[in-house]
């Protein structure tokens, strides 16, 4: 069984009652595209379901679209809204998953390049884990920033202006990036923290 993290709800310094769904009145957009990493979704969808988040699955077209899992194509995911049609302001934070096909098809995508940008704009935690910071940088976010990402893509990455290091999870204002799957549970504890913060 998952260990969740146990909170205090309070009111007027006092506590009341302890809860295991810090996020409950959170809500999360994913936004993804087919040949995302499979696990760098599923994980934060389960974790931040369980933390009580409600979570929305946005990409290029409505019906399914499907993972990669390490070699091969892995599960389908249904689509709960196109990105065109995503409103920020419904929205708490934006996670972008990585793998190498899905990035490189949003990338190109100007809704997609817009969506970050602006809602990046907001002060709401954006969170790139993988090949996703190529996303960062398509929006023009990299410049300044402390990033960390895909071993592959640390180049990219620096060239785009970016001080690049490599650790488990970097925050840098409202952008949290990672480098790989072995790093989920690091990246979803600081999406977890950065949410509770703004409570």
């Given at each position: 069984m998952k260990a969740r993290r146990i909170v205090w709800v309070t009111g007027k310094g006092t506590p009341l009652m302890a809860t295991t769904e810090p996020l409950l009145s959170r809500r999360i957009l994913i936004m993804a595209a087919d040949g995302f990493e499979q696990s760098e979704l599923e994980v934060p969808l389960e974790r931040l379901q369980d933390a009580g988040a409600e979570i929305d699955i946005a990409s290029l077209e409505m019906g399914d679209i499907t993972g990669w899992d390490e070699d091969d194509w892995g599960d389908e995911i249904e689509v709960d809204l196109k990105i065109s049609d995503v409103h920020i302001d419904n929205y708490d934070a934006l996670i972008l998953p990585g793998g190498q096909i899905n990035p490189d098809l949003l990338r190109v995508d100007d809704d997609a390049v817009a969506l970050i940008r602006d809602f990046a704009a907001t002060g709401k935690p954006v969170a790139a884990?993988?090949?996703?910071?190529?996303?960062?940088?398509?929006?023009?976010?990299?410049?300044?920033?402390?990033?960390?990402?895909?071993?592959?893509?640390?180049?990219?990455?620096?060239?785009?202006?970016?001080?690049?290091?490599?650790?488990?999870?970097?925050?840098?204002?409202?952008?949290?990036?990672?480098?790989?799957?072995?790093?989920?549970?690091?990246?979803?504890?600081?999406?977890?923290?950065?949410?509770?913060?703004?409570?």
């Open positions: 884990i993988c090949h996703a910071p190529w996303l960062l940088i398509e929006a023009g976010l990299a410049k300044g920033r402390r990033l960390t990402c895909y071993k592959s893509i640390r180049t990219d990455v620096a060239n785009a202006g970016a001080e690049v290091v490599d650790e488990a999870v970097v925050i840098d204002g409202n952008i949290i990036t990672s480098r790989c799957p072995d790093d989920l549970p690091a990246f979803c504890d600081a999406i977890v923290e950065a949410l509770q913060d703004k409570s």
